[in-house]
């Protein structure tokens, strides 16, 4: 059923939104909808109009651009207490959504605890990549936390064959992991066989469907010696209904083979290409940053075949592409270190180190011409690599100060809590992302100034301290 109809049904007379199983649900608060559903909408007529215009512009809009995006769990977290902060919830949920939104995208809210969201040209990953997005930041707003999969329900408006609507829930992303592994176990185990042998064709197929589901996103740095946030670095991503979203190459099943991680790094070099163009075609001059896997670079023919991709990039986009070296083993040598940097550096801005917080083998970079060695905490803390912030705070006291004997610069991604931003500016890091600096975004967006009363907490002594320091002739610009 096309979108056209498939609305006509959701706001028609008498006709309420169905439920999972496709029968017209009760209001949360244990009422049926009014029968006159029209009436109620009634004032909703510039949605109608922005629906009307959308549809004529693309007659072939499918039904997986339209969500829902509820409330009920978060009304539900409050209990008794839901009417005095029930109108704070909803503006933020207005404000979130509303500020995701493209020109030709259009919300109304509906019913009491939710928000229709018609997109009007974004395929249906796309969509839903923003919608978790959207119930990401909604909850940690309202809530202090990003587990939005625990406090807003996302679903997707879908027509059944037998002409019924259905609010339907994709698989969570737990689900969609474990299905790979086994479809990999299965291929595996097909190729131990004597007589049975996986080709090259049968793996890149096996990802296709992956990769045709990816969108990427804009993660902003905040340079913390210049206030500014000037640099994004961009993120593969795989999102799903549920409020979880894997980015970077933890999307990738495990046992991935090494080509697909190249062409992982192929496919998201050409992502930051197209958005170097539309920034430089705009006049902005902010740097974006692509990730580079070791196994993409791990053999010189490798490693000369994405530089040739880079170096076949105008010099103008160039001149603002940061790569960022994933996956250095530990123990490598200096020579190998110096080898891959020295291929990367003369076809971008800057290279960048991203090391484990434990990795003992600094001295292997002293001379490497790296622009900063950084961590990512993100990825620590959900693999249980650290107990607490007290103890993810020692690690990059830890980490600087062995990046500081070679005066390297030292960055964290995903530092998600703002004891642990302060953190990070105490032990002396100059950059940070996470979402207490800001939430990812669809697209890089412009040079911002940034400073460390936006992150809107107390400031300890020391924090304070060193931002006096910075705070001399010439240390911001």
Not at 313 to 324: F, P, S, T, W, Y
Request: proline share 5%; glycine share 8%; charged share 25%.
């Amino acid at each position: 059923m096309a979108l056209q109809g498939l609305l006509k049904r959701l706001f028609s007379l008498g006709q309420a939104a169905p439920g999972p199983g496709g029968d017209v649900p009760p209001r949360p608060d244990g009422s049926r909808p009014p029968s006159d559903l029209a009436g109620r909408i009634a004032g909703e007529v510039h949605f109608l109009t922005q629906l009307e215009d959308t549809l004529v512009r693309h007659a072939d809009v499918a039904t997986g651009r339209v969500h829902l995006v509820g409330l009920e769990k978060i009304r539900n977290y409050f209990g008794d207490d839901w009417p005095a902060v029930m109108d704070k919830v909803h503006h933020i949920a207005q404000s979130t959504i509303q500020r995701r939104l493209q020109a030709e995208d259009f919300h109304v809210r509906y019913y009491d605890l939710s928000y229709m969201v018609v997109f009007a040209d974004l395929t249906r990953e796309q969509a839903t990549l923003k919608c978790n997005l959207i119930a990401q930041e909604i909850a940690e707003r309202v809530l202090g936390r990003r587990s939005a999969q625990d406090f807003v329900d996302l679903q997707v408006v879908e027509a059944k064959s037998d002409g019924v609507l259905r609010l339907i829930s994709a698989a969570s992303l737990d689900d969609i992991a474990s299905s790979l592994d086994v479809a990999f176990q299965h291929e595996a185990d097909e190729a131990a066989a004597p007589t049975e042998w996986v080709s090259q064709e049968n793996i890149e197929a096996r990802y296709d469907d992956l990769f045709a589901s990816l969108a990427f996103l804009y993660r902003p740095v905040w340079n913390i010696e210049k206030n500014v946030i000037s640099t994004y670095f961009c993120l593969p991503a795989l999102a799903l209904p549920g409020g979880r979203i894997l980015t970077g190459y933890g999307l990738l099943p495990r046992d991935t083979p090494a080509s697909m991680v190249v062409r992982l790094d192929r496919l998201t070099l050409d992502q930051v290409e197209n958005d170097l163009r539309q920034c430089h075609e705009r006049g902005e001059e902010q740097l974006l940053a692509a990730p580079v896997h070791f196994e993409t670079l791990a053999t010189q023919a490798k490693r000369l075949d994405y530089v040739k991709k880079v170096h076949a990039l105008d010099q103008g986009l160039r001149d603002r592409l940061v790569l960022e070296v994933v996956g250095l083993p530990s123990g490598a040598p200096s020579g190998r270190v110096m080898d891959l940097v020295m291929a990367l550096h003369p076809v971008c801005r800057a290279v960048l180190l991203r090391l484990t917080a434990t990795h003992g083998n600094f001295e292997a970079l002293r001379g490497v011409p790296v622009s900063a060695v950084g961590l990512d905490a993100g990825a620590m803390a959900e693999r249980g690599d650290v107990h607490g912030e007290a103890d993810m705070a020692r690690l990059f006291r830890a980490f600087h100060e062995r990046a500081a004997r070679l005066d390297l610069h030292t960055y964290a991604h995903g530092v998600d809590t703002s004891r642990l931003s302060l953190a990070a500016v105490a032990a002396g890091f100059t950059y940070v992302d996470g979402d207490t600096v800001a939430s990812v975004t669809e697209h890089p967006l412009g040079i911002r100034r940034f400073e460390l009363d936006n992150l809107n907490v107390d400031l300890p002594d020391a924090v304070r301290s060193r931002f006096k320091d910075l705070m001399g002739p010439g240390a911001a610009s």
